[in-house]
């Protein structure tokens, strides 16, 4: 059965209280939560490329400057969260990124195994 064939009343008990609700049909379709994968780097918000500074094969330190990305007139400076190689890089300098693209995919780096 899926979400949008269940019925659609529920009751929730809180602090030994019933309460009736209703879900809406979009509360029934939404999709499902899925965690963030550490080896892709994906655009948190949509923006202009600038500069990609790592390259496919380098090996990046924690803190390090991945790419920068100019969104809203202000340059973001997306760094590395851990020490990592650059396994391949998706996007060019002077290219409109929407939220969610996927901009670089990365390997753990050397001091990670």
Same mark, same amino acid.
């Given at each position: 059965? /899926?979400?949008?064939?269940?019925?659609?009343?529920?009751?929730?008990?809180?602090?030994?209280?019933?309460?009736?609700?209703?879900? /809406?049909?979009?509360?029934?379709?939404?999709?499902?939560?899925?965690?963030? %994968?550490?080896?892709?780097?994906?655009?948190?918000?949509?923006?202009?490329?600038?500069?990609?500074?790592?390259?496919?094969?380098?090996?990046?330190?924690?803190?390090?400057?991945?790419?920068?990305?100019?969104?809203?007139?202000?340059?973001?400076?997306? /760094?590395?969260? %851990? %020490?990592?190689? !650059?396994?391949? !890089?998706? !996007?060019?300098?002077?290219?409109?990124?929407?939220?969610?693209?996927?901009?670089?995919?990365?390997?753990?780096?050397?001091?990670?195994?």
């Amino acid at each position: 059965m /899926t979400p949008a064939q269940k019925t659609a009343r529920q009751t929730i008990r809180l602090n030994d209280t019933a309460y009736e609700t209703t879900l /809406t049909k979009k509360y029934a379709q939404r999709r499902p939560y899925q965690p963030k %994968d550490p080896s892709r780097l994906t655009a948190i918000i949509p923006g202009l490329i600038l500069e990609p500074i790592a390259q496919p094969g380098e090996q990046v330190r924690r803190g390090h400057d991945l790419l920068i990305l100019e969104a809203m007139k202000m340059q973001n400076h997306i /760094t590395a969260h %851990d %020490d990592v190689t !650059v396994k391949a !890089v998706h !996007v060019t300098p002077g290219e409109t990124v929407t939220k969610g693209q996927l901009l670089m995919e990365f390997e753990p780096g050397p001091d990670a195994l």
